[in-house]
């Protein structure tokens, strides 16, 4: 059986040593095998949901345009690749150092992605517990570690905002349609007072060590900062007349408009960044538009190539019982 991780007093314990303290136990293995059936039926059930979700958003996407648009540069495929595994990947590193994940554990994490971006927020995390719950031989007490992890990266996000916020405000003021004063003071409100809170309830809320939550925090840091950057190095790669410094700039504009929370429209007030940055460049339009329906292409093969094989895989254990 392989060593991981439990909690004593905000410490984490070796599996072996908590074992060896608490005596006898029926073993994760067991735990696992008489988890409920809502964990076992969520891979499956997310699967589905997955699959049908690409059959309803498939037709909105016009494969042809897209195929017609593909660069042959080999360097946006390499920043495309990293910026679309940039969350899995260090997601994948935050659960290695808590929990010593294999390598294959990228695959839920992927899965994860996906049910948060074609399906619903959040419930990528629902689907991450229950496989960390029916993988008892390798995860133990799964739920405090995966809500540290997303308040952290909520949080984390709500920085980020608050700082490009910062960079863009003169950008945002000059903007023609602009934003509605009261929409944006609002919007700042939210992100704000949110921030506080967890900050004010922080002892309360996180169950890691200090030492694990500064390590999540970098990480997420990274993460988002890297994925602004290849962002702006991909439309620069597709649009090279266009200067790099105003792609930066406009990723991380995009990022400020995309988690503000009260603020219509935001494609829209997306639309007029754009515009106000790089003018009225159809080439430049193009590549936005070749980058969204990238990734939600990525999503969707990635999306029905992992769920197709968790329903064969739970179609041979039932066929095997």
């Known amino acids: ?172 003021a000059e903007l023609p349609q602009g934003l509605h004063v009261q929409a944006l003071s609002g919007s700042i409100g939210v992100v704000v ?15 890691l060590p200090r030492r694990e939550l500064r390590f999540i925090s970098a990480m997420h840091l990274v993460r988002i900062v890297g994925f602004t950057v290849l962002s702006a190095a991909m439309w620069h790669l597709l649009v090279p007349s266009v200067a790099l410094s105003s792609w930066v700039m406009l990723a991380t504009l995009r990022l400020l408009v995309s988690r503000l929370p009260l603020i219509p429209n935001k494609e829209l007030v997306f639309a007029g960044l754009a515009l106000f940055l790089i003018g009225r460049n159809a080439s430049a339009a193009d590549a936005m538009a070749l980058m969204a329906g990238l990734f939600l292409a990525s999503h969707l093969i990635v999306g029905v190539a992992l769920g197709a094989g968790e329903l064969m895989g739970t179609a041979r254990k039932a066929a095997t019982a």
């Not at 971006?117 to 719950?133: C, D, N, P, S, T």
């Open 1 to 172: 059986m392989r060593p991981d991780r439990l909690m004593r007093d905000g410490e984490p314990v070796r599996l072996d040593d908590w074992i060896g303290e608490n005596g006898p136990t029926p073993g994760l293995e067991a735990l696992a095998t008489h988890a409920p059936k809502w964990r076992q039926w969520l891979g499956p059930v997310l699967s589905f949901a997955i699959v049908g979700a690409v059959l309803f958003k498939i037709g909105g996407i016009d494969f042809a345009r897209i195929a017609g648009m593909l660069p042959s540069n080999p360097l946006f495929w390499m920043a495309f690749a990293a910026a679309y595994m940039a969350q899995p990947a260090t997601e994948w590193l935050i659960f290695r150092r808590l929990w010593n994940l294999p390598a294959a554990a990228i695959l839920p994490l992927m899965r994860k992605q996906v049910g948060n971006e074609i399906l619903l927020g959040y419930i990528g995390e629902v689907y991450f517990y229950g496989w960390a719950r029916r993988h008892a031989d390798l995860v133990a007490a799964p739920f405090g570690a995966i809500k540290d992890v997303t308040i952290l990266s909520a949080m984390l996000g709500n920085l980020t905002t608050v700082a490009a916020l910062v960079v863009g405000w003169p950008l945002l």
């Open 193 to 207: 007072v949110t921030s506080l809170v967890v900050m004010l309830f922080r002892h309360k809320l996180f169950s």
